[in-house]
């Protein structure tokens, strides 16, 4: 199985980036991984804030696959500690699943269209991150639960 981050907007800030870059690496020794950046949409003033979600949707529509299985993560999905997380992972895995595609999206959340193609929600915390940092964050989480799925001495319970 492979699994895509999709994501609106780039990260900037270099702390993060740095981060993200090493669990990527660090992922990409059990399985297929990358990153894919929408481009954050411009001149959005004269836009509300249900024109933007439209309109990115149209954008990460274009980037989902046939057979893609969609997981939002969304303040509204469901919550896992980590141990949990690793056992949902596993499970998904060993469904067969081509591509397994977490996506993290604009500052206003996701459009109907977005909610509708999804296949399930997670929640990494009911606290409201940035989206930079959720990259980071999430990207830690995949590699807990790579480590965890492994029995690999990262994860302390």
Do not use: C
Request: hydrophobic share 40%; proline share 4%.
């Amino acid at each position: 199985m492979k699994i895509t981050l999709l994501v609106v907007g780039k990260t900037n800030d270099p702390h993060f980036i740095a981060g993200i870059e090493e669990y990527a690496k660090r992922i990409r020794h059990y399985l297929p991984f990358d990153i894919e950046v929408i481009p954050e949409l411009r001149n959005t003033k004269s836009l509300s804030e249900e024109q933007q979600k439209e309109k990115e949707a149209d954008l990460l529509l274009k980037a989902f696959q046939p057979g893609d299985h969609i997981v939002l993560l969304d303040e509204h999905g469901r919550e896992h500690r980590s141990v949990e997380l690793a056992a949902w992972m596993e499970k998904r895995m060993a469904a067969g699943l081509k591509r397994m595609v977490f996506v993290v999206g604009g500052p206003y959340g996701f459009s109907p269209r977005i909610y509708e193609k999804a296949n399930e929600k997670v929640s990494l915390s009911r606290m409201t991150f940035s989206h930079q940092m959720i990259r980071l964050i999430f990207t830690e989480q995949i590699y807990r639960a790579m480590t965890i799925i492994n029995g690999e001495p990262y994860h302390h319970e």
